[in-house]
């Protein structure tokens, strides 16, 4: 097992055009989360999974965003119309829940995108 | 979820032990103590959580005060690779959403 991966690493795009990530969880693990990073910032939260059930979106996810996980296993998150703004590293995070009992969120090294 | 402090900086020497504080003044008796921690372009990694007792694992310590209201991560004997972004989050332990809200943390940096 190596991990929870997101491809691609980096990304950069005319302001505008749109853009398509994926995040590949740790096999088995139940919950996934999408997060937004900015320079200086600690990550944002923006979504997040159970299996294939999208259960909550933050404010910070604009109905230009929109993030699927079809088959409760990979995920994408696509961003339409990208904005300068809209430069910032998304980080995919996953986590195996059962019974009430913490388990830690494993994340990804992100995608960095960056919005001419 | 309750607000936290941590100092923006701090330096440790290579082979001390490193104590980072964490104020969460406003904390309510559900709210666990949680810290993760981001090493420079990867993704953050979780470290460690409490809810009142003191916790180890083999990784670091996590110090609660009795009135809860502040604790402090212990990183044993601090190497180079402890340098990072360190992250104190309370939240709710329902454990049904473990949405995590981030801060600007504390920027750990090892000195050979």
């Known amino acids: 097992d190596t991990g929870v991966s997101q491809n691609p690493r980096h990304k950069i795009t005319k302001r505008g055009q749109n853009v398509t990530f994926r995040c590949d969880p740790i096999s088995e693990h139940n919950r996934l989360y999408w997060y937004r990073q900015t320079l200086g910032q600690g990550p944002e939260f923006l979504t997040y999974?159970?299996?294939?059930?999208?259960?909550?979106k933050s404010r910070l996810l604009s109905d230009r965003f929109s993030a699927e996980r079809p088959k409760g296993s990979f995920s994408t998150l696509e961003i339409q119309r990208t904005e300068q703004g809209d430069s910032a590293m998304y980080l995919c995070a996953s986590s195996f829940t059962k019974n009430s009992v913490y388990n830690e969120q494993f994340f990804g090294p992100g995608t960095r995108l960056t919005v001419l | 979820d309750a607000k936290t402090t941590q100092p923006p900086s701090m330096d440790c020497a290579e082979g001390r032990a490193a104590n980072l504080p964490c104020n969460h003044s406003t904390i309510s008796g559900n709210e666990y103590v949680y810290w993760y921690r981001q090493i420079h372009s990867q993704g953050p990694q979780y470290i460690i959580h409490g809810l009142k007792n003191n916790e180890t694992n083999e990784m670091a310590s996590l110090i609660i005060t009795e009135d809860r209201k502040s604790s402090t991560l212990i990183l044993p004997h601090a190497t180079l690779r402890d340098t990072a972004v360190y992250y104190c989050i309370v939240r709710v332990g329902d454990f049904g959403n473990e949405k995590l809200t981030f801060g600007t943390g504390t920027r750990l940096t090892i000195i050979p």
């Open positions: 999974f159970q299996n294939e059930a999208q259960l909550e």
